[in-house]
């Protein structure tokens, strides 16, 4: 029937609530609500936040497996960032320059929305908006880096992204070897699992029906079925993200990805002084594959990235959630980059699935005449995102053609992944490839062939 939930994942952020997790009493009869939504992350509990504040009299139920903020919105690293998977040069072609740049925008205006949201909330989920800092370490990356503001640049995005040169890099973040970077102002730091908590208790108090423990087996129009109880609704709002093959019917729509985090101790202020990040900025550098981190808000340094297998028939356990060798090369990777780190205790290690659409292009949409909306596909870039999705899903609900309803990933249609094992052996591929384009860019100070061979599948960020 229902009701029983997976433990909590090592996340030092879950670990860091105020109170335990107490699950809410799972769905347990036959229920009629306008809004039904699948998932109790980020992406369904905006939406059911910003729709039941548009109309207090909408009835709106979420149904959650295990409880609000299990996935990827309680673990993530914490970067409300206005990162998009697709770069702004393949959203104008695809979309169009003016439409791109509305993107861009709507995703700077997100981030600091999301400040003003938790604020409404009255939370303090440590957030402090110190920008994004990264460095080049290489004259590859350099190289990378200066593309980057001028690609910026011909968008008239000149501001947003400032190249520095090694000294002022260097006082931002002070890795090993950097030459120079860039900084955007636009990314806070946050504390994600304080965040989706409370926003899952303000949600609860604006009185929509949360039912924890309460997995989806199937949806179709108008239905959600699950153990307890069969939801009927006007609409229903598929919010399952890196989850989402579970659901019958969707196993090629979105591949999951693992990410895997580590967090130190608490630093000591001359460590911090050594490192930088005085204003909080997140960081990585210019390698392929992607690494992450951030200082919190107690003085720990949180630093995460790819590298773990993707598994067969897009399968999501919690046992995939750590991973000893990829936990190892983080440390490894963090002490590279920060000699200081090199022997700190490791206090927290965990990971989870994120959510990849074939072409790699986030999309939100609702079918008018199935009543079947969705959001997702954000890769790693969902924070931020699934703001700008709960509002634009408020709007589509209510039937309003707005600016938000009007952005170019609106009804956006990936196309499925591969049938297994091509899945598989294409996923596995492109995430060792990008480990090894990295070693064969410091073996031969060459843009990587294999980089470059693979982007369109591994995504370009
Ligand atoms: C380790 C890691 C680091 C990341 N770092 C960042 C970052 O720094 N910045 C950033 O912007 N993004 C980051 N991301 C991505 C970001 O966290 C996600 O894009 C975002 O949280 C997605 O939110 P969501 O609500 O769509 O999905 P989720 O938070 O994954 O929520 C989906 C929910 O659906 C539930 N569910 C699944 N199946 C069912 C079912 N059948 N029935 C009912 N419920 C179901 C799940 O239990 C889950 O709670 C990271 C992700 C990971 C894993």
């Not at 030459?179 to 108090?205: E, H, K, N, W, Y």
């Amino acid at each position: 029937m229902g009701g029983e939930v997976t433990a909590p994942p090592p996340s030092l952020w879950l670990d860091g609530l105020d109170s335990p997790i107490t699950p809410t009493r799972p769905l347990a009869r036959d229920i009629d609500v306008d809004v039904a939504i699948v998932g109790a992350g980020f992406t369904g509990l905006w939406t059911a936040y910003y729709l039941r504040r548009a109309r207090p009299e909408a009835r709106i139920a979420i149904v959650e497996k295990e409880f609000a903020g299990f996935g990827a919105s309680g673990r993530n690293g914490g970067w409300a960032s206005a990162l998009l998977p697709t770069s702004l040069a393949t959203l104008a072609r695809e979309h169009g320059r003016d439409s791109a740049l509305a993107f861009d925008a709507a995703m700077r205006a997100s981030v600091d929305e999301l400040i003003t949201a938790a604020r409404d909330i009255g939370t303090d989920a440590h957030i402090a908006k110190g920008g994004t800092v990264v460095v080049a370490r290489t004259a590859l990356q350099w190289e990378r880096a200066r593309a980057e503001v001028r690609e910026a640049n011909e968008f008239g995005l000149g501001d947003h992204l400032q190249l520095l040169d090694r000294d002022a890099a260097a006082k931002r973040l002070n890795a090993t070897g950097t030459l120079g970077g860039t900084f955007t102002p636009d990314c806070a730091v946050i504390q994600p699992a304080r965040l989706v908590r409370a926003l899952a208790a303000a949600v609860s108090g604006l009185g929509v029906d949360l039912y924890e423990g309460t997995p989806a087996t199937a949806i179709s129009p108008h239905k959600v079925i699950t153990p307890g109880g069969e939801i009927t609704a006007t609409h229903v709002i598929r919010a399952t993200e890196g989850y989402t093959a579970g659901l019958p019917g969707y196993k090629r729509a979105v591949a999951p990805v693992y990410s895997l985090m580590i967090a130190t101790a608490p630093l000591s202020d001359a460590q911090w002084q050594e490192i930088g990040l005085a204003q909080r900025e997140t960081f990585s550098d210019y390698r392929h594959l992607i690494v992450y981190g951030q200082r919190t808000a107690d003085g720990r340094m949180i630093f995460g990235g790819r590298g773990a297998p993707y598994h067969f028939g897009s399968a999501t356990r919690p046992e995939f959630d750590t991973h000893a060798k990829v936990f190892t090369k983080l440390h490894a990777s963090l002490a590279e980059m920060f000699p200081t780190l090199a022997n700190v205790a490791i206090t927290h290690r965990w990971g989870g699935a994120l959510g990849i659409a074939r072409d790699w292009h986030a999309s939100v949409g609702l079918d008018s005449h199935t009543g079947l909306g969705w959001a997702g596909g954000y890769v790693g870039d969902g924070v931020t995102t699934t703001n700008l999705a709960g509002r634009t899903l408020r709007d589509l609900i209510l039937g309003e053609d707005t600016a938000l309803t009007r952005l170019p990933w609106v009804g956006h249609q990936s196309r499925r992944w591969e049938m297994e094992p091509l899945r598989w052996i294409g996923a596995n591929a492109g995430l060792a490839a990008m480990s090894v384009a990295d070693a064969e860019e410091h073996l031969t100070r060459r843009p990587s062939m294999i980089a470059r061979a693979l982007s369109p599948l591994v995504g370009g960020h």
